[in-house]
């Protein structure tokens, strides 16, 4: 039996895995941002720990004996997050979250003071990233940057808590701007752009190495056994990937969760900065993988369904599929940078737009122009991965907006590639942190790492396609269009 822990940026989901690759059983506990000014994207990572404990008490309740016989225990977590600790390793302030848009200036500092920072880190420096929270820390927060003996990652503050060592992975480790992708070490002139240097950092190994032991204490409090390995673990998407067998060059994943990610594998480091895709290091050793990321998809259908009153998203969506050809043609334009953007674009300041509002629309045509919307913004992102080389025949389609077989069609057809919904791929981070629990453990990567079977496929239609061209072409014009008056 394998534990799979994923802290992600909504809930901390738990998972129990046994070597049949049955999920015995999953909890899930609620997590809340703070933004207490514009930009800003913080947690407490003591509500971290409260929801770890609290899901734990619930497995133990619920499933105690397997429990018990848990050999590994594995981390996936939401990137980029800074905790900063003092030297006693406590928490200087709430962390600062990878959707956190304040160190824009930061990051045009640090381009400006090492033109070669992208040739390095293998992406260019975005607000997003670790590197230039700490920056902005050190210029903003001057008396608690003094007191910074540590950086840590969400997931591997988390690792703390459960074993007493600051270590943390290559995958996750990517996304900070301090790692050198290509040689998988720290980069001593990445970590001199924010006044930190390697013994500021976690010790790193590969996500399917051991990293730690479980305390003693906990062990007893949650009845597991004491000193079983803890994983190195993945980044939310990395980890995901190896949940759903995404471990071999040309094999890839849409994500449609808060975020979407368009995840490829590689089997060597492949950066292409200029569009703004990301090039990081998978959780397994000598892989890498390159991503395209909006900042809002899943997150975006959400927030529209709230303001129309909607009961739910899926009813929403029942209420655009219904719209007729026509009325799709006149719908609004929507922009989705509700949270700025990363690929193509790296503007934290873009800005959200419905353009072409009538008073014959209604929330049919605004849940249309938002689903549509997200597509476009995934579309710009899959191009940007193929002017760099990016390619696959198929993409397994996950999070909470792949439940959708309509809205997969739309985006099979934007994208003219089909996509896959995997039986339990919907269990994500939890699913591959377990996974790479189960490597650490001594299983071989073909044996632990299987795709999942196919539970519905969205093939592309050519006819959709051309029908949304136009629009696309809009889209595009309208961003450049206001671009300037984003600021």
Not at 38 to 48: H, R, V, Y
């Amino acid at each position: 039996m394998f534990l799979g822990i994923d802290l992600g940026t909504s809930e901390l989901k738990l998972l129990l895995l046994d070597e049949q690759h049955h999920i015995v059983a999953t909890t899930g506990v609620a997590l809340t941002v703070q933004r207490p000014q514009p930009l800003w994207s913080e947690q407490n990572p003591a509500d971290w720990w409260a929801a770890l404990d609290a899901g734990m008490a619930q497995l133990k309740q619920d499933h105690g004996a397997a429990l018990a016989a848990v050999r590994g225990i594995g981390l996936s977590g939401q990137m980029h997050g800074a905790v900063a600790l003092d030297a006693a390793e406590r928490v200087l302030r709430p962390a600062i979250l990878w959707n956190d848009g304040r160190s824009g200036p930061q990051c045009a500092e640090m381009m400006a003071a090492c033109p070669e920072l992208p040739a390095i880190t293998g992406n260019l420096a975005m607000p997003g990233f670790t590197a230039p929270k700490l920056a902005w820390m050190r210029q903003h927060e001057p008396e608690l940057f003094a007191r910074v003996a540590k950086v840590l990652l969400p997931k591997d503050w988390l690792r703390l808590g459960l074993s007493g060592s600051c270590v943390s992975e290559m995958s996750d480790a990517a996304g900070t701007l301090w790692l050198d992708v290509a040689r998988r070490r720290w980069s001593p002139e990445a970590l001199a752009l924010t006044g930190l240097n390697e013994g500021h950092m976690p010790r790193l190994v590969e996500g399917s190495e051991p990293s730690a032991g479980l305390k003693h204490e906990l062990a007893q409090r949650w009845g597991l056994k004491a000193g079983i390995p803890i994983a190195g673990g993945g980044g939310d998407n990395a980890a995901s990937a190896v949940g759903m067998g995404v471990v071999k060059p040309g094999q890839g994943f849409l994500s449609l969760g808060t975020s979407g990610v368009i995840f490829l594998c590689n089997e060597a480091f492949s950066p292409n900065p200029a569009r703004a895709v990301h090039a990081f290091c998978h959780a397994l050793p000598n892989t890498w993988h390159q991503m395209s990321v909006m900042l809002s998809a899943a997150s975006a259908l959400r927030w529209v369904t709230q303001l129309l009153g909607e009961p739910n998203e899926a009813t929403l969506i029942d209420k655009a599929a219904a719209l007729s050809d026509t009325q799709r043609r006149q719908a609004p334009i929507f922009l989705p940078y509700l949270s700025g953007e990363r690929t193509p674009h790296n503007n934290a300041h873009a800005q959200g737009v419905f353009f072409g509002l009538t008073h014959e629309h209604g929330a049919a045509a605004m849940g249309y122009a938002v689903l549509e919307g997200v597509g476009f913004g995934l579309l710009d992102g899959w191009q940007a991965l193929q002017a760099g080389g990016g390619k696959a025949d198929a993409l397994w389609l996950v999070g909470g907006g792949a439940r959708s077989a309509w809205w997969a069609r739309l985006l099979a057809s934007l994208l003219d590639v089909r996509l896959l919904n995997g039986v339990g791929a919907e269990a994500g981070g939890a699913l591959g942190a377990a996974r790479l629990a189960w490597l650490a453990c001594g299983g071989t990567v073909d044996d632990v790492c299987r795709t999942p079977d196919i539970a519905r496929v969205a093939e592309p239609d050519t006819a959709l396609a051309a029908e949304l061209q136009p629009r696309h072409a809009r889209f595009q014009r309208l961003y450049t269009a206001l671009r300037s008056e984003f600021a």
